[in-house]
């Protein structure tokens, strides 16, 4: 059995997808997300004018051996772009090998640990009243779990990931006005005076046992972030996120000595090597990569047993860039690992995204089941694909008042 061809898409409803599909001599194709939020042809060049020439004519079973290859055989390693284009790939194998066992793919891995997946949405307001609104929302739609980001009063911007006033569930970061990122204006003083007394009327409101999650996005200083984490382990999280940069990981000491917060980390990870001391050293209790970001399934699976060994559990990063395809692939993952603690998910399923990634996957009261399809579960419209392109979009940037860049 051999590859055949590989093409890539970008471009899709409202994200510029980088979709992946190898084909084989006997018919059957696997499908793979390279998607990096907003450098999306940045992996598409890489498969397009590097990889995708050293796939025709492998065999697509032999997916850990194709790994290693493209892994060991560049000498410069790891970084999202070529651990997105190796993702791809990686995920589109396994989808052919499944399919070829005409199995879903999570029994390749050894079947299930669970019938369905616990996720959380995604709640925000421009003030406390909003957002507890997007909160009730959630929680009357089922969910069991949802993260909370508000609006910070006095502050001249509305903070991380918060939306406009009475929407919920916005793909509201990626500004498509061109490549020029907005820029955000922070204040870590007002922030760590508002937010946990926020956290508390929150709870306050929902009681014990709706779970909460809050996403500091790294804004804070490791002694910043262990003050804050102190003054909210009342309210019992179920994590504060990225509380400080994980560039300094021997700073989550400092909050790991102050309060038993639980910590989740790794979004922007896309190796094992990114994460294996903050696993090692038990300084995380959820680890937040993401399939495609960190190099397939394959080596996603391996973090998974490391962090299995160190009573860390999974919270796979499912940010509105990720593609239906990189989420089947966590939905697996999510149905087997032993591990598994939660997952993010964002609402995909418009008419036009599901015209465009067909997909048999349901999300019922805050639970995902996966489908028993062979193969990921996910099909690919390549006459749908064709009315869509790529269309430049940015992030923005963070500054404090005086100026000062900040972490985004």
């Known amino acids: 059995m051999k590859i055949t061809d590989a093409k890539v898409f970008v471009g899709g409803p409202g994200k510029n997808y980088v979709t992946l599909k190898i084909v084989t001599d006997q018919?059957?194709?696997?499908?793979?997300?390279?998607?990096?939020?907003?450098?999306?042809?940045?992996?598409?060049?890489?498969?397009?004018?590097?990889?995708?020439?050293?796939?025709?004519?492998?065999?697509?079973?032999?997916?850990?051996?194709?790994?290693?290859?493209?892994?060991?055989?560049a000498y410069f390693r790891r970084g999202p772009i070529a651990m997105a284009a190796f993702g791809a790939i990686d995920m589109a194998l396994w989808d052919i090998k499944a399919k070829l066992a005409d199995m879903p793919l999570y029994q390749l891995f050894g079947g299930k640990s669970r019938d369905g997946a616990l996720v959380y949405a995604h709640a925000t307001g421009s003030d406390l009243e909003d957002l507890i609104d997007?909160?009730?929302?959630?929680?009357?739609?089922?969910?069991?779990?949802?993260?909370?980001?508000?609006?910070?009063?006095?502050?001249?911007?509305?903070?991380?990931?918060?939306?406009?006033?009475?929407?919920?569930?916005?793909?509201?970061?990626?500004?498509?006005?061109?490549?020029?990122?907005?820029?955000?204006?922070?204040d870590t003083d007002r922030y760590m005076r508002f937010m946990p007394a926020a956290l508390s009327e929150i709870r306050d409101r929902f009681g014990p046992e709706l779970k909460i999650l809050h996403d500091v996005h790294h804004r804070l200083l490791p002694r910043e972030a262990a003050e804050f984490a102190k003054a909210v382990e009342h309210v019992n999280l179920f994590w504060l996120e990225d509380p400080t940069p994980a560039d300094d990981q021997s700073a989550l000491k400092l909050i790991r000595q102050h309060s038993t917060v639980p910590i989740a980390i790794g979004e922007v990870f896309n190796s094992i090597w990114d994460c294996n001391q903050l696993i090692e050293n038990e300084l995380?209790?959820?680890?937040?990569?993401?399939?495609?970001?960190?190099?397939?399934?394959?080596?996603?699976?391996?973090?998974?047993?490391?962090?299995?060994?160190?009573?860390?559990?999974?919270?796979?990063?499912?940010?509105?860039?990720?593609?239906?395809?990189?989420?089947?692939?966590?939905?697996?993952?999510?149905?087997?690992?032993?591990?598994?603690?939660?997952?993010?998910?964002?609402?995909?399923?418009?008419?036009?995204?599901?015209?465009?990634?067909?997909?048999?996957?349901?999300?019922?009261?805050?639970?995902?089941?996966?489908?028993?399809?062979?193969?990921?579960?996910?099909?690919?419209?390549?006459?749908?694909?064709?009315?869509?392109?790529?269309?430049?979009?940015?992030?923005?940037?963070?500054?404090?008042?005086?100026?000062?860049?900040?972490?985004?």
């Open 27 to 73: 018919g059957v194709y696997g499908l793979g997300d390279a998607t990096l939020n907003n450098r999306e042809t940045l992996p598409a060049a890489y498969l397009q004018d590097y990889l995708i020439p050293n796939l025709i004519g492998r065999d697509p079973r032999n997916s850990e051996d194709i790994w290693q290859f493209f892994y060991r055989g």
């Open 134 to 186: 997007s909160i009730a929302f959630y929680v009357e739609q089922g969910y069991k779990a949802v993260r909370v980001q508000c609006g910070i009063p006095g502050m001249p911007t509305k903070g991380y990931g918060v939306a406009d006033k009475g929407l919920t569930d916005t793909p509201f970061i990626t500004d498509f006005s061109g490549v020029h990122p907005k820029e955000e204006i922070w």
């Open 284 to 408: 995380i209790d959820f680890i937040r990569v993401a399939v495609t970001y960190a190099g397939g399934i394959t080596h996603v699976k391996r973090i998974v047993d490391l962090a299995a060994l160190h009573h860390v559990r999974t919270g796979f990063h499912g940010a509105p860039s990720h593609s239906p395809l990189c989420m089947a692939a966590q939905a697996h993952l999510n149905a087997w690992a032993p591990n598994f603690g939660i997952q993010e998910y964002l609402v995909l399923d418009t008419p036009e995204c599901d015209a465009l990634f067909p997909a048999k996957h349901t999300l019922i009261n805050g639970m995902m089941y996966v489908s028993d399809e062979p193969g990921l579960g996910v099909d690919f419209d390549e006459n749908e694909a064709a009315q869509y392109s790529y269309k430049p979009g940015s992030h923005p940037i963070v500054r404090l008042e005086d100026g000062t860049l900040w972490n985004y």
